[in-house]
């Protein structure tokens, strides 16, 4: 059967010929051994991903939840769920002792720690162990190994795995930390030895700011890992962050599912993903997979793991860590083998052998996965939290997946990542995945907090990104044209969100007099409408700073005239609801257009293929005024979040950008800087308090011999 997957084939009949071995796996293995309920001891999206598969096996999945968590897409999609604690969750999901009283309680016979919280926790794999419960995942001894990265480090050099220069000794001084970096040569990375995700990761490219960076990142260790060991490597300049999909039985079996594309980046975090690896030979391709195949059998490895590398500019790798557990990720690498990995999980934790041979893994097509978060790309990226106040996507197919764990009207809390959902689609080849991927951020429509789609929209139809030429400076080397300046909305635009405006105020009006007991009369419909003359009104909208001024005339038949900027146009338009969504039938001067509405409070937003654009109505002066925080004078939060330490004191002086305060939100630690020079007034929060978005931290006033020179000038 291998020689004949070699041969040239249609894809359809690989395809065929791949389903015959898959189900011939199916019948020889119809049950999943001692794996008939598995507790998923995790959240949002991945919690709902591993169940999907347990339901299409027969297996019966649990749920654990905190307070944040009782009403969400993964409680309702589980056939039993219990409640483990507080929103925190170093009070709920990292909670090995609950987790397990859970899997007892519940019978279940193994657990799928999914990513993150205690999926690479060599205690938890242990206690699992103890307690006679299936972890799926790989023996604890391959956690340490490779979670440990100097451990790891040693263990592929063994192996004869590259590996980049670095220093991974026991010496955590700060003097022998700072040497070694000097030894090395600035820039370089520091790095938790335990973990991922961008965590604990800093980097430092000159010797005057290695101690902040150095604190910043054992700060976030502790927090993440409950660990604050560190290693210095040598920061790679531009490199390519590329991962192999590797999988291992019980039986000393393993393979690779070829390679993923993850260097474009923020923050150290993934943000778009693809595989294979564009620009990547077939010599390249065979050398990574069986470098990862290495790595794996020197830890004895079972189940789902991902070996990381560091690719230069020719395609020389070098291994960066081991991910022992199932990636984020690990869709693309799913569409282009035509496999599901977590099935492939519960079968070798239930001691199955790999259900297919290298031989049998075949490469087809191209898929990509765009990462969709609550975050403002246009303030680095600053994640946020809020309420999902419209929620509609593409339709899912064959070749579409959405890959989430909210629906509409849920929160995305600020105790959690703020992933929303992955989409990840295939094509044929390259241009047809990225095409359809377009195509489909395009319909991926959402109301009520920021989001990185119209970003993602932009980085996907980069002239370099569409060329392959990817990299994990990729982002700040375009930035500029991945960050135009707001622009002032079109006419056309302004048009469209005038007209919607007006005619969501008819229908209110309407809907009104049609429940009010007065009789009706053709003067109460508030649409502008007069005998003897035309009526006419002025709306200002604005887009980020930009305003516009709209006058609008009604006329006879129920038409408008706009007039913005000396031109005038010439509207007329219908709503029209199809399902939960309402559209704006529009024509402007003759051009017809059908953008989805949605108005949300003065929000009003407009959804087409063309593209989004949200157009607000402003608040008039005295509201403005009211609403304003008044904190001018001092720093404020941006986002809700845990203030972790405070920095000052009041009476201390203080110089524009010092940092004022840390806080921890969305599992990530943001430091406050002073927005201006002066003293500190009052201090607001203290360590281990929660503080709202926008809420005051400090108060800070101007010294007052700056006050006086300015007062001379």
């Known amino acids: ?18 389903k015959l071995i898959w189900t011939k796996s199916w019948v020889r293995h119809a049950s999943v051994g001692r794996i008939e309920k598995v507790l998923i001891a995790n959240r949002g999206e991945i919690a709902c991903r591993v ?19 009782r009403h969400s897409m993964h409680v309702a999609m589980a056939d039993e769920a219990y409640h483990i604690g507080a929103a925190p969750s170093q009070q709920s999901y990292l909670c090995m002792e609950k987790v397990l009283e859970v899997a007892k309680k519940s019978s279940a016979q193994a657990v799928h720690p999914g990513y993150g919280f205690l999926s690479e926790n060599t ?15 790989p023996p604890s001894s391959a956690i340490r190994d490779m979670g440990i990265k100097s451990t790891s480090k040693h263990i592929m050099s063994a192996a004869g795995v590259p590996i980049i220069e670095g220093y991974h000794g026991e010496d955590q001084s700060d003097e022998r930390l700072q040497a070694e970096a000097a030894r090395i040569g600035y820039p370089v990375m520091i790095k938790a030895v335990r973990g991922g995700g961008g965590k604990g990761m800093r980097i430092a490219r000159s010797e005057a700011e290695f101690h902040e960076q150095l604190e910043s990142a054992r700060r976030e260790a502790r927090k ?9 490597e040598k920061f790679v300049e531009n490199p390519r962050h590329v991962e192999v999909q590797v999988f291992g039985d019980q039986h000393g079996g393993a393979v690779y599912l070829f390679e993923r594309d993850c260097s474009v980046q923020r923050r150290h975090q993934k943000i778009i993903e693809e595989a294979p690896g564009p620009g990547i030979s077939p010599e390249v391709r065979r050398k990574l997979g069986e470098a990862a195949v290495r790595a794996a059998k020197a830890v004895n490895y079972v189940g789902a793991g991902t070996v990381e590398f560091i690719m230069d500019a020719q395609h020389n790798f070098y291994f960066m860590e081991m991910n022992t557990r199932l990636q984020v990720e690990h869709p693309v690498s799913e569409m282009i083998t035509g496999t599901d990995l977590v099935e492939w999980q519960l079968r070798v934790a239930a001691g199955e052998k790999l259900p297919l041979s290298q031989s049998d893994i075949v490469l087809r097509g191209h898929s990509f996965e765009a990462r969709i978060y609550a975050e403002d790309p246009s303030n680095d990226f600053l994640p946020g939290a809020g309420h999902l106040r419209h929620l509609s996507t593409p339709q899912p197919d064959e070749h579409t997946r959405i890959e989430t764990g909210v629906r509409e009207g849920d929160e995305v809390s600020v105790h959690y990542d703020p992933m929303i959902a992955k989409l990840v689609v295939w094509g044929e080849d390259r241009s047809a995945a990225l095409k359809k991927l377009r195509y489909c951020l395009r319909q991926y429509n959402i109301v009520g907090l920021s989001t990185n789609i119209n970003f993602l929209l932009k980085l996907s139809g980069h002239p370099e990104f569409e060329a392959g030429n990817v990299h994990t400076s990729f982002i700040p080397q375009h930035s500029q044209q991945l960050f135009p ?8 635009e302004a048009c469209q969100a005038a007209l919607g405006l007006l005619l969501r105020e008819r229908a209110h009006t309407q809907e009104f007099v049609r429940q009010s007991d007065d009789v009706y009369s053709p003067f109460g419909l508030g649409d502008g409408s007069q005998l003897n003359m035309l009526f006419c009104r002025n709306l200002m909208l604005q887009l980020g700073e930009n305003k516009v001024a709209v006058a609008v005339t009604y006329k006879p038949d129920g038409t408008y005239s706009m007039e913005i900027g000396g031109q005038v146009f010439q509207v007329s338009g219908e709503l029209q609801k199809e399902g939960r969504a309402t559209y704006l039938c529009c024509c402007v001067n003759g051009v ?15 959804f087409s293929l063309d593209g989004s654009a949200q157009v607000d109505v402003p608040l008039p002066k005295f509201l403005a005024s009211v609403s304003s925080s008044g904190a001018q004078d001092g720093a404020v939060a941006p986002m809700t979040g845990t203030i972790e330490k405070v920095l000052v004191k009041a009476g201390d002086t203080v110089q524009k950008g010092d940092p004022l305060v840390v806080m921890i939100a969305m599992k990530m630690e943001h430091t406050i800087r002073a927005p201006k020079a002066g003293v500190i007034k009052k201090v607001l929060f203290r360590e281990g308090s929660q503080a709202n978005r926008h809420a005051a931290l400090v108060e800070l006033e101007e010294e007052e011999e700056e006050l006086k020179d300015e007062a001379q000038s």
């Open 123 to 137: 205690e938890f794999a242990e206690l699992c162990k103890q307690e006679g419960i299936i972890f799926i995942g």
């Open 224 to 232: 993440s890992f409950n660990d604050d060991v560190m290693l210095v």
């Open 592 to 606: 017809l257009s059908r953008p989805k509405l949605v108005i949300v409070d003065n929000e009003v937003h407009l």
């Open 485 to 492: 300046p707001a622009v002032a909305p079109t006419a056309e």
């Open 51 to 69: 169940m999907r598969t347990a339901k299409k096996m027969g297996v019966r999945s649990v749920a654990v939840y905190s307070d944040a968590d």
């Open 1 to 18: 059967m291998a020689a004949v997957l070699q041969t040239p084939l249609s894809r359809g009949l690989r395809a065929q010929i791949q």
